[in-house]
C-alpha cells in the first residue's frame, strides 16, 4: 500500500494527475483508514463532489484534522447558503458508521 500510496504522490508531483489519481484509488481500496491517501485522492479530485467526500473520510479517520474541516466548510458553505431552510449538522459532527461506497466516479479507472 505504501509503494501505491508513494508512486501516487510522485505521479502527482510529476504533472500525471490521472495515473496518481488510478494510484490513489487503488491505495484507498486497499486501505480506507489511509489519511495519506485520501489526502492524495482529494489533490486529484474531478469535482467538488468527490472532494466533499475525500474531505468526510480524512474527517471520518481523524476528526481533530483541521485542515480538512476548514476545506469542507469552505466547499460546503455556497450549498449551506443556498439552502438555508435545511438544518444540517456541523461538519465536525462525525458518526461511527462504516465506510460508505465510494461514490461511481471514484469507482471506476477512468479520470
Do not use: H
Request: aromatic letters at 4%; charged letters at 25%.
Amino acid at each position: 500500500m505504501d509503494d501505491l500510496l508513494q508512486q501516487g504522490i510522485t505521479a502527482y508531483k510529476a504533472g500525471k494527475r490521472d495515473e496518481a489519481r488510478k494510484l490513489f484509488i487503488a491505495a484507498i481500496k486497499q486501505s480506507p483508514d489511509n489519511l495519506r491517501a485520501w489526502g492524495g485522492m482529494y489533490e486529484v479530485s474531478i469535482d467538488d463532489k468527490e472532494r466533499v467526500y475525500c474531505l468526510k473520510q480524512m474527517l471520518r479517520i481523524n476528526p481533530k484534522n483541521e485542515k480538512a474541516n476548514q476545506l469542507l466548510n469552505l466547499l460546503l458553505a455556497p450549498t449551506l447558503a443556498s439552502n438555508a431552510s435545511i438544518s444540517m449538522p456541523p461538519a465536525t459532527v462525525r458518526t461511527k458508521n462504516p465506510i460508505p461506497a465510494l461514490p461511481e466516479s471514484l469507482n471506476s479507472n477512468q479520470s
